[in-house]
């Protein structure tokens, strides 16, 4: 089994920024891709970026592309979300997650693995 554990989220201002950390722990052997996903106030959950287990970038959203990053460090089994020029769209709970099988999808469906969120807040 696996356990992911978020942290960084926070109440930000428009135009701030934030570090979303993930970290792993259990069978962490056995992870492949991790990626960060999130859900604003009756919305449905939306992909947000996602990176394999060798560091290629799986992709972002359209709405994060160019402020947002995403990172990994294996040796300390934990991936990262870097927020930059944050906006308050980006306002919601961040999830991060991770699968076993490495297929690089952007489909929730796809992580088996996840943690239970942090909440990013960004006033206006």
């Known amino acids: 089994q696996v356990q992911l554990v978020e942290s960084g989220g926070g109440l930000v201002q428009a135009g701030g920024s934030l570090r979303l950390s993930c970290a792993a722990s259990?069978?962490?052997?056995?992870?492949?891709?991790m990626g960060w996903y999130r859900q604003a106030p009756e919305k449905e959950r939306e992909f947000v970026a996602a990176i394999g287990r060798s560091g290629g970038i799986i992709g972002y959203t359209d709405s994060v592309k160019g402020r947002f990053t995403i990172s990994r460090d294996n040796a300390k089994s934990t991936v990262y979300l870097q927020m930059n020029s944050l906006k308050p769209e980006d306002t919601a709970v961040y999830y991060c997650?991770?699968?076993?099988?490495?297929?690089?999808?952007?489909?929730?469906?796809?992580?088996?693995?996840w943690g239970q969120g942090t909440q990013v807040t960004v006033s206006s």
């Open positions: 259990g069978r962490t052997s056995s992870i492949y891709d």
């Open positions: 997650a991770a699968n076993r099988d490495g297929l690089g999808s952007r489909n929730a469906r796809g992580y088996g693995y």
